[in-house]
């Protein structure tokens, strides 16, 4: 059995001759120190540096069996059955040293706790400090200005997702006729008193009047 190289696409795995023996059986996961930084995460798409904990999930492809790996920490937040899985069955060579399950646990249910307080777009708000870019003109948005969040669709690592920008708001109209603008016009009045519960009505007053007409 052969595993897979680490840095190429999941849907066409290639052998990988130099991390196990071609007899040995491979087992479902694998924990381990990253033995080279030649490893890519599946879940972030980053490198593995070497000698940073790693979880291997087997995967049997058409050219050969072998492990993809992921941060141990990045599978705890996005693959927590699997890292249970691996800890019930202690797969991990003598010597390496895991942190407990339960710190592990506590990372998913911190990362699901971020994502169910994680606003949607449209939403706006005062700009924090005056390090913002408006990403449609791409000046400065000065601190206690009102900004306006819409969603805009970005390419990571081949998939196209969509992302919070922060928009100027006598940019906004433009922005809503660009190509890569994800948020829809006739939904942006609703959805900014749907997200932003925390203004007031003049609030929202003024910043639709500063916005002006999306027809």
Same mark, same amino acid.
């Given at each position: 059995?052969?595993?897979?190289?680490?840095?190429?696409?999941?849907?066409?795995?290639?052998?990988?001759?130099?991390? =196990?023996?071609?007899?040995?059986?491979? +087992?479902?996961?694998?924990?381990?120190?990253?033995?080279?930084?030649?490893?890519?995460?599946?879940?972030?798409?980053?490198?593995?540096?070497?000698?940073?904990?790693?979880?291997? @999930?087997?995967?049997?492809?058409?050219?050969?069996?072998?492990?993809?790996?992921?941060?141990?920490?990045?599978?705890?937040?996005?693959?927590?059955?699997?890292?249970? =899985?691996?800890?019930?069955?202690?797969?991990?060579?003598?010597? @390496? #040293?895991?942190?407990?399950?339960?710190?592990?646990?506590?990372?998913?249910? @911190?990362?699901? #706790?971020? +994502?169910?307080?994680?606003?949607?777009?449209?939403?706006?708000?005062?700009? #924090?400090?005056?390090?913002?870019?408006?990403?449609?003109?791409?000046?400065?948005?000065?601190?206690?200005?009102?900004?306006?969040?819409?969603?805009?669709?970005?390419?990571?690592?081949?998939?196209?997702?969509?992302?919070?920008?922060?928009?100027?708001?006598?940019? @906004?109209?433009?922005?809503?006729?660009?190509?890569?603008?994800?948020?829809?016009?006739?939904?942006?009045?609703?959805?900014?008193?749907?997200?932003?519960?925390?203004?007031?009505?003049?609030?929202?007053?003024?910043?639709?009047?500063?916005?002006?007409?999306?027809?």
């Amino acid at each position: 059995m052969l595993h897979i190289q680490d840095d190429v696409p999941e849907d066409a795995p290639a052998p990988d001759a130099t991390d =196990a023996p071609e007899e040995e059986q491979l +087992a479902p996961y694998l924990i381990e120190a990253a033995r080279s930084s030649r490893s890519k995460c599946r879940t972030c798409r980053r490198k593995i540096e070497k000698d940073m904990l790693r979880i291997g @999930v087997l995967l049997e492809g058409p050219y050969g069996t072998g492990y993809l790996w992921h941060h141990l920490n990045c599978a705890a937040r996005k693959r927590i059955e699997d890292v249970e =899985a691996a800890y019930e069955q202690e797969a991990w060579a003598e010597g @390496v #040293k895991v942190p407990p399950l339960a710190e592990l646990q506590e990372l998913k249910e @911190v990362a699901e #706790k971020k +994502a169910a307080d994680r606003k949607s777009p449209p939403w706006a708000e005062r700009a #924090k400090s005056g390090r913002s870019k408006c990403k449609h003109c791409d000046e400065t948005i000065a601190k206690g200005d009102w900004r306006v969040i819409l969603g805009r669709e970005v390419e990571f690592f081949g998939q196209t997702r969509t992302g919070p920008v922060n928009i100027h708001l006598d940019c @906004v109209a433009a922005e809503f006729q660009a190509e890569h603008c994800a948020t829809e016009p006739e939904e942006f009045e609703a959805g900014l008193r749907a997200n932003s519960a925390d203004l007031s009505e003049a609030d929202l007053k003024e910043i639709l009047g500063a916005v002006g007409d999306l027809g």
